[in-house]
């Protein structure tokens, strides 16, 4: 009877949601624009446009997904509308949305809307609530749990809110 319960269980995840994407696209995903609806897993090259989740490796100019882990290198920008875990590379612009992100951005400006674990190291590094290190020409977090280096540091609700050089928050 447990059986019977458990396989039930399991094809009405599979046939109702349990995938978020129309499909899975595997090992490399060429892309050129436009919104895809598509998980790719392994390799995606792109000029442009966005897809729902990518596991694994984003190389190109600007690179655009919901979900993200892995390593994201594109040079004009790197963008991740929810959760990350990984690294993003650029010469321009990362930015993580409201989710999770665990990991490192590198680049001339990195963002993170949400709660941030890692390093942010840029230019401009700008956060919501940080537990890690920025280091940079310009800091900026809410909340902050670690350590921030540069020219301007800001951490706003800390009982020292901007020290230059060397701001610590805890």
């Not at 442009?48 to 694994?56: A, H, I, P, Y």
């Amino acid at each position: 009877m447990k059986k019977v319960l458990f396989g039930c269980a399991l094809a009405f995840l599979c046939a109702f949601g349990a995938s978020a994407a129309e499909e899975v696209r595997w090992p490399v995903w060429f892309s050129w624009g436009g919104d895809t609806d598509i998980d790719i897993v392994g390799l995606r090259m792109s000029a442009g446009g966005r897809c729902e989740q990518v596991t694994g490796l984003d190389l190109g100019l600007i690179g655009r997904s919901h979900y993200f882990n892995g390593i994201q290198i594109n040079l004009l920008r790197c963008d991740v509308e929810d959760a990350l875990a990984g690294w993003q590379i650029s010469l321009g612009y990362n930015s993580v949305g409201m989710g999770h992100a665990a990991g490192l951005q590198t680049g001339l400006w990195n963002e993170a809307q949400a709660t941030f674990h890692g390093v942010q190291f840029g230019l401009v590094n700008l956060t919501s609530y940080a537990k890690g290190f920025q280091i940079g020409l310009i800091n900026r977090a809410d909340d902050l749990y670690g350590f921030q280096v540069g020219l301007i540091n800001v951490i706003r609700n800390s009982t020292v809110p901007f020290c230059p050089i060397v701001n610590i928050g805890f």
